[in-house]
């Protein structure tokens, strides 16, 4: 859960726990909840829903990953990227916070991996980070989605102020145009775009890939072109990839 994953932008995903509730429209059609509540009816998704803890095998992947982690670098020409989690949030404040603790732990033995921690609510999460956090630790990514400017004026001034060696917004589903502006003197180091996909996606204009994209050059930030709504092909003026690289990562990231 998951050695390999479909996600463009990450080389694996790790869920310690599966189980969320929806907070805002880009919510609306959670693919998370779909499957795991809908379609398998392995937890109640919600406030009072369940949350519910991955298996033992699951919690030792990251260790293997890691035991890997020189030769991955050295074949791949990056440093392994894990997202965690996609089927749940780990600043949720549902989640018992001993199962954080020993995320927290994992994330901290395991050097060769940057860990990817995406949530919509960075408001949790100075909190509930490590009492050593500090600066930010050298392998973790903070990020937060921001599905339309309203929710990126509300989540990415929080995240601004949270230390972090990278801090990234995921404009996904994209919702309504964006146009990234500083708080506390920093943008995000990188911004993900993406269309909706799935049963009755909502459609995202080109021109607010456009747009965003054309911000990212401008102002010096990474962009990472992920999907148009439906997973329809990207046009070829819209198809850029591009990720922070580990030396900006030491000291505030830059393009690989």
């Known amino acids: 859960m998951a050695d390999i994953t479909k996600i463009e932008w990450t080389d694996s995903t790790f869920n310690p726990w599966i189980g969320c509730q929806k907070v805002s429209p880009g919510c609306d059609h959670c693919y998370a909840e779909a499957k795991m509540d809908h379609r398998f009816g ?3 998704w919600g406030p009072h829903g369940e949350r519910r803890r991955t298996s033992v095998l699951n919690w030792r992947k990251p260790i293997a990953w890691n035991a890997n982690g020189e030769r991955f670098e050295h074949e791949h020409g990056h440093r392994h990227r894990v997202f965690c989690a996609s089927l749940s949030d ?4 549902q989640v018992p916070p001993d199962w954080r ?6 994330i901290r033995q395991t050097s060769w991996l940057d860990w990817q921690l995406l949530t919509k609510r960075p408001q949790n999460a100075r909190k509930m980070l490590p ?9 973790v990514w903070l990020g937060t989605t921001t599905e339309d400017q309203e929710r990126y004026e509300q989540r990415w001034p929080i995240l601004a102020r949270i230390p972090a060696v990278l801090r990234f917004v995921s404009y996904e589903p994209a919702l309504g145009p964006l146009t990234p502006t500083p708080s506390n003197g920093l943008l995000p180091d990188w911004i993900i775009c993406g269309g909706e996909s799935g049963p009755g996606a909502r459609v995202m204009d080109a021109a607010w890939a456009r ?12 962009f990472f072109m992920k999907q148009m709504t439906g997973k329809k092909p990207i046009p070829a003026d819209l198809l850029v990839r591009q990720f922070p690289t ?11």
């Open 42 to 44: 392995y937890v109640q």
């Open 90 to 93: 780990i600043f949720d404040n």
């Open 101 to 106: 603790r020993d995320l927290f732990h994992i």
């Open 131 to 139: 009492a050593d956090w500090g600066d930010g630790w050298g392998n």
């Open 211 to 222: 747009r965003i994209r054309d911000h990212c050059r401008n102002l010096g930030l990474h």
């Open 246 to 256: 580990e030396e900006a990562q030491a000291g505030n990231l830059s393009d690989a």
